[in-house]
Nanobody, 128 residues
Framework: QVQLVESGGGSVQSGGSLRLTCAAS????????MGWFRQAPGKEREGVAA????????YYAGSVKGRFIISQDNAKKTVYLQMIDLKPEDTAMYYC?????????????????????WGQGTQVTVSS
């Protein structure tokens, strides 16, 4: 069965950095989209970054572009989210997600329904 295990969350001050890790198992991984979503209290879950594992193409929400970097280690089936210059509005539960179906499509849009597998989430708290 597919398992996505996140780690790396925590509490930092504004301007700080964190790196989230998502290790996938029981999942084909290659030529699939992997993504990071987040959900703040009282808000809907939103996509923040995604990567197409086949080519390494990356996609970002406008609110994090230039501050977050998604990367991968294909051999380890692991996706990373490096977050710098964190702001209080980045405070949320962060979820790793894996696409239901493989293959590349364009344009890429963050749609929760396209991701069929989810991790348990890791909390990121940024204080001002």
């Amino acid at each position: 069965q597919v398992q996505l295990v996140e780690s790396g969350g925590g509490s930092v001050q504004s301007g700080g950095s964190l790196r989230l890790t998502c290790a996938a198992s029981g999942y084909p991984y290659s030529t699939y989209y992997m993504g990071w979503f987040r959900q703040a209290p009282g808000k809907e879950r939103e996509g923040v970054a995604a990567i197409y594992t086949g080519a390494g193409s990356t996609y970002y929400a406008g609110s994090v572009k230039g501050r977050f970097i998604i990367s991968q280690d294909n051999a380890k089936k692991t996706v990373y989210l490096q977050m710098i210059d964190l702001k209080p509005e980045d405070t949320a539960m962060y979820y790793c997600a894996a696409a239901r179906r493989g293959g590349y499509y364009f344009p890429f849009v963050f749609v929760e329904a396209d991701f069929g597998y989810w991790g348990q989430g890791t909390q990121v708290t940024v204080s001002s």
